[in-house]
């Protein structure tokens, strides 16, 4: 039922694990529900530098937050915050309907792990999320 | 292909095939029409065919009516019963942890104006037969109580259920989809009233079951026509199917005994097997009041569909009661309903054997279970820090 790029990224995902000395960390979802993805990430002079990621959660979960990382990475904070969820469902190939969800949390994780920046680093602006909190059960951390 | 996923169907057997093929070809005459010689062929199949499922279950040829599965029987038995009864009371009573098939029957029900009670089960998923009795009042209709979990294997009291609503009148219907061909079943000795079978559970044809009706208990019919199945079910028989079925379940109770033994030797192994090489990880279901060819776990930390992926990627299958695998948004009402916390119960796999399961590919199961659990682990946030913790 999955492409085969999403069985790609979820049976090799790409930028997995946890950075020690990353500035922005942002966590989506919970467990109740099936799936966490935690996003960390390393930004020097506004550019994302590394980024890996954490997540629990289905096939689809994995994939998403696989992919996503991939196109944040190297890129600017500005251009990351372009990414949504549809760009990561094609980048995909596509995903089932009722998982969805996982690239809008792909999407959500990636903005909580920038606003972690912005307020770490003092920035004073807030990132508007999709409002869709059913789908991505955020807690604003 | 490593196949540990006998409780959602099996394989049929070349036997049960081969029994089958004539009456597709040479032998494929409508059994009801009892005036030529093509129809009387397929009666005296579909004869037969009764007789031996009657006789693997204790009961009688003219108390089993074949349906098209599982699904059908459970809808059958419940809302037939309730739609004749619905003078003499409007209660029902069944349990949190039955299959869709009865569950969304009696949800069905609710919304006609009937009162269903969901009795809730212990821990290991086991029904207390005396809250079936409390929950009996003078509106009572109809009890339902699974014969074996589907999910976790967990076997209930269904004898001691039985009595209890013998002694107060009341209709006991158990699906014994999972149980038939695995455990020992004698409807008259358990005093079951409705016994719901489905074939392709026991290398059986798939599209086949059957419903025990006791004689003398009354339901409406479901299906409105012909005069088939004793003029209580309408459709041209599938006679095919039914032969097939016959033929699966008297192989299946045939030397049931050793079959049980050399299967639960393989169950034991698999679940000691687990238990001891991946830590953080529980058991779901009774130790030993479970079916035979049943295995369940939860894996903390980590998301059944993931699990089912990556071992579907290495050729074992299994299944999982996870969100995600059940397309909706909650994990198993089963595992739920023996009290797991959504975050474990996300994390489960059942592993079901047969008689075809050898031991070479259990302990290549065993073995591959723990790297993949690992892996996932490592992927997982909430196993951060953990790790040498326990
Ligand atoms: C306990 C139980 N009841 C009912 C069913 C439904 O049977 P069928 O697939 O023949 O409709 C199943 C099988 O999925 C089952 O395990």
Redesign the interface.
């Known amino acids: 039922m999955y492409s085969e790029k999403v069985m790609d990224h979820f049976s090799n995902p790409r930028n997995v694990g946890e950075i020690a000395d990353a500035n922005a960390v942002g966590t989506v979802g919970n467990a109740k529900c099936g799936d966490i993805m935690k996003i960390y990430m390393k930004i020097e002079n506004d550019i994302i530098t590394d980024v890996k990621f954490k997540t629990f959660g289905c096939g689809a979960a994995v994939a998403t937050s696989s992919m996503a990382t991939e196109l944040v990475k190297g890129k600017t904070v500005d251009e990351a915050l372009q990414l949504t969820n549809k760009a990561v469902v094609e980048a995909l190939e596509g995903l089932p309907p009722a998982k969805l969800h996982c690239s809008v949390l792909a999407e959500e994780a990636i903005k909580a792990a920038i606003q972690d920046y912005y307020d770490k680093s003092g920035i004073e602006k807030k990132i508007e999320c999709s409002g869709d909190c059913a789908h991505c059960h955020a807690h604003h951390e | 292909m490593i196949y540990l996923d006998n409780a959602a169907t099996t394989k049929m057997k070349d036997s049960v095939i081969e029994a089958m093929l004539p009456y597709f070809s040479e032998t494929f005459g409508n059994a009801s029409s009892t005036y030529t010689s093509a129809g009387q062929a397929a009666r005296k199949a579909l004869t037969e065919a009764r007789g031996k499922v009657a006789s693997a279950i204790g009961a009688e040829e003219k108390e089993i009516f074949f349906t098209s599965g599982g699904s059908e029987a459970d809808n059958w038995a419940i809302k037939g019963v309730a739609l004749k009864n619905k003078d003499k009371g409007n209660h029902i009573i069944t349990t949190t942890v039955e299959h869709h098939a009865v569950l969304h029957t009696c949800e069905f029900l609710e919304k006609q104006g009937f009162k269903v009670t969901y009795v809730p089960v212990d821990e290991f998923g086991m029904v207390n037969p005396k809250d079936i009795e409390n929950a009996i009042t003078d509106e009572t209709i109809l009890v339902s109580v699974m014969f074996a979990n589907n999910e976790i294997g967990t076997i209930n009291p269904i004898k001691e259920i039985g009595a209890i609503c013998r002694e107060k009148g009341v209709c006991f219907h158990t699906d014994a989809v999972q149980a038939a061909g695995a455990v020992p079943i004698d409807v008259k000795e358990m005093n079951i009233d409705l016994l719901s079978l489905s074939a392709h559970k026991f290398h059986g044809p798939k599209g086949v079951g059957a419903l025990y009706i006791r004689r003398g208990v009354k339901l409406e019919n479901l299906l409105h026509g012909g005069a088939q199945e004793l003029g209580r079910r309408a459709t041209t028989e599938n006679v095919a199917g039914i032969v097939g079925m016959a033929q699966a379940l008297a192989e299946a109770v045939d030397g049931m005994a050793e079959k049980t033994k050399k299967l639960v030797k393989l169950r034991d192994r698999i679940i000691d097997g687990i238990l001891e090489t991946v830590p953080y990880t529980r058991l779901n279901g009774h130790r030993t009041e479970r079916l035979p060819n049943n295995t369940s776990f939860c894996f903390r ?3 059944g ?2 699990l089912l ?2 071992l579907d ?1 290495m050729g074992y299958v299994v299944s999982s009661g ?3 695998t059940s ?1 909706s ?1 909650d ?1 198993s009402h089963v595992l739920l309903g023996i009290g797991l ?3 474990i119960a ?1 994390g489960s796999l059942r592993a079901s054997l047969s008689e075809f399961t050898t031991e070479e590919e259990i302990d290549s199961f065993i073995n591959a279970v723990g790297p993949i659990v690992q892996r996932l682990r ?7 820090g953990v790790e040498g913790k326990e």
Not at chain 2, 378 to 384: G, I, K, Q, T, V
């Open positions: 930390y980590i998301e569909e993931s992926l990556s990627m996870s969100a995600c397309g948004l994990p916390p959504h975050e996300h490592d992927m997982s946030p909430l196993y951060e």
